[in-house]
């Protein structure tokens, strides 16, 4: 009985915790930050004690522990205590020059630990690694490597400040990202997602692997609000993917591409997740420009994924949807689909006034709001905006349990310059030579991406990996866009391909099977980066961009791509013999080229192997 009681409390009290972090974040994003202390103190503090009530040792209470009930209460009186101590010395020190004792030195520490091991329960070994060797270096001597920092620095400079867990990615994620996060629940709640859906099905019905297309245009104006890879595939992969495999792809196939296309909505603008926001935080390039650089890129990268598609649908064989079994759009859907379109015009309009992205996600989400009980009438039943307060709440509170682990990390680099460090070590190593440091760079970012939510992932990832590529001359904006690009990357890229992983078991495949399916799929998008660096005329923004430049990266692009993927699937027309496919593989990578000589070879190369194939395939005439 009391054990049946402990698991009622504990998830009613995270509902709680849930409902009060959307709440807080609507407050704040419509009515500015009134203390910053207290602000970013409760922001935390909520998120922490969700983790507290939350966890459920694989997701059931009847596979928990009695103990861990009785732990996660302990540790959630401790973490109390420790955000009022926090909150005292923090105002105490705008008002007096104070001593922290070393008492509180080691309430810092106590609480980096229950930091990380609540970030453990929710993101696993991977994040526990970033944090465990971030404490290592700044601990360790200097005759290991360290930094050499005594641990009561640490502690008052990364707890008892505003430079560590309480730093900019804290402020920035707790002020701007988790409105549209809410922005993104009140529009799934409500029900349309599933219109947005309906007409991505509609539009591709004609196209041979439809419901794949489907899959790649649901997502992608989904995602870009979403804010989570993950999210999106659960969202939105119960619908696509048992419908892609109907008509006859793989179930690792279905996962895959489902994955990919989820991923793909953390770089399409305008929101990319909510990430153009930290990049114009970060780098100090305003918003508009940072979402004009992105959309050709994204346009790209899902053009990709049609391309891929198509070309399995040939070489599977399986034909458009019979029309009667096609989505039939009535003038309905399409007035519905104003709740997704109007708030998304109301954020582009605001932020083209000059305000700020948090009151941009305010008016949005009242547009929204507005919008959903007009056009849909179940959404008017108040149970519906408490289903989108917590599913909100659950994940703005997963997320700033990591932002604030990913703070500390940020503010051991800030304090000891293991950035820079590294940055000059990546130089050295690569003896100065771009293609090498580019390919360094991104074999960190997909392993320091791994497992973390795409805004966390970029902050670390920018700020530890950016000044590497900066160093050798590449503009900011391509720096920054290329490293978000492998960050987001992770998510699809074995061992720890999450949203591949969120995929498998509803397409019933393998994990790593679709993890790399999902690698296979997205196969351009390890390409897409080094365009910003090498043709950077692709982002617009840059300086002395010129239209031969960008039709150029852009047509580059699609002949690189068209011999990637017949590469890839090994067809053609028909089944290609493996030196074809090397060729083609060799030569698709060739095309992107800075040097005209190896382009131009590579792109009469493809052409004529594209028309030798078309040739052979041709019936013979009789």
């Known amino acids: 009985m009391v054990r049946r009681w402990s698991i009622w409390a504990y998830d009613k009290i995270a509902v709680f915790l849930a409902v009060c972090m959307s709440l807080f974040a609507i407050y704040i994003a419509a009515f500015g930050v009134f203390d910053t202390i207290l602000v970013s103190g409760f922001t935390v503090l909520i998120a922490l004690l969700y983790g507290c009530f939350a966890w459920r040792k694989n997701d059931s209470a009847a596979e928990t522990p009695t103990y861990m009930f009785v732990i996660h209460g302990i540790i959630a009186v401790a973490l109390l205590w420790l955000m009022y101590d926090w909150t005292y010395l923090m105002y105490r020190q705008e008002e007096f020059f104070i001593t922290i004792h070393t008492v509180q030195d080691v309430y810092g520490w106590v609480a980096f630990a229950l930091i990380t091991y609540l970030t453990y329960l929710f993101f696993g070994i991977p994040m526990i690694a970033v944090i465990g060797a971030a404490a290592i270096f700044v601990l360790a001597p200097n005759w290991i490597g360290g930094a050499s920092e005594a641990w009561t620095r640490v502690s008052e400079n990364l707890w008892f400040s505003t430079d560590g867990v309480f730093g900019r990615p804290v402020e920035v994620v707790g002020r701007i990202v988790l409105i549209y996060i809410v922005l993104g629940a009140v529009l799934q709640a409500s029900g349309a997602g599933a219109v947005l859906l309906k007409i991505a099905f509609a539009a591709t019905g004609r196209l041979a692997g439809g419901p794949a297309h489907a899959a790649i245009v649901g997502s992608a104006m989904f995602g870009t609000l979403s804010g989570a890879a993950v999210a999106n ?59 004009i650089a992105a959309l050709i890129p994204a346009l790209m990268y899902y053009g990709s994924l049609f391309a891929i598609v198509y070309v399995e649908a040939k070489r599977a064989g399986i034909k458009p949807m019979p029309k009667e079994d096609r989505e039939k759009l009535t003038r309905k859907d399409i007035v519905q689909s104003l709740a997704f379109w109007v708030p998304l015009g109301v954020i582009v309009s605001v932020l083209l006034t000059g305000r700020t992205a948090q009151n941009a996600g305010a008016y949005a989400l009242v547009a929204a709001f507005v919008m959903c009980l007009i056009l849909f009438p179940k959404f008017r039943n108040p149970m519906r905006w408490l289903d989108a307060l917590v599913d909100a709440g659950r994940g703005s509170a997963t997320l700033m349990i990591v932002v604030a682990a990913i703070g500390f990390v940020i503010g051991v680099v800030n304090m000891t310059g293991i950035g820079l460090m590294f940055a000059e070590s990546v130089l050295a190593f690569a003896d100065n030579n771009l293609a090498m440091a580019l390919v360094m760079v991104m074999c960190a970012s997909l392993v320091m991406g791994m497992g973390v939510p795409t ?83 692709i982002l617009l923004i840059v300086d002395d961009v010129s239209i031969v430049g960008v039709v150029w990266a852009i047509v580059a692009f699609m002949i690189s791509t068209w011999g990637l993927v017949t590469a890839i699937s090994g067809w053609e027309g028909t089944n290609l013999p493996i030196w074809q496919r090397v060729l083609r593989l060799i030569a698709g990578l060739a095309v992107l080229a800075v040097n005209p000589v190896i382009a131009l070879t590579a792109l009469a190369i493809l052409i004529s192997l594209t028309v030798q194939r078309r040739h052979m395939s041709r019936p013979a005439s009789v």
């Not at 074995?494 to 591949?500: Q, S």
Request: proline letters at 8%.
């Open 233 to 291: 595939v659960v969202s939105t992969g119960v619908f696509t993917i048992p419908i892609i495999k109907k008509v006859g792809f793989s179930a690792r196939f279905a996962g895959g591409i489902e994955a990919s296309a989820s991923t793909g909505g953390q770089i399409m603008p305008p929101v990319m997740g909510a990430v153009a926001f930290l990049m114009a935080d970060v780098t100090g390039i305003p918003y508009v420009k940072i979402i």
């Open 455 to 537: 805004g966390a992932a970029y902050l670390i990832i920018a700020i530890v990996l950016g000044p590497a590529i900066e160093g050798l001359g590449v503009p900011t904006i391509a720096a920054h866009l290329f490293v978000l690009y492998f960050g987001v990357l992770s998510s699809v890229t074995p061992p720890v391909a999450l949203a591949a992983f969120a995929a498998a078991p509803i397409a019933k495949a393998g994990p790593m099977e679709t993890g790399w399916s999902a690698v296979r799929l997205s196969s351009a998008g390890f390409i897409i980066p080094y365009i910003f660096v090498y043709h950077p005329d």
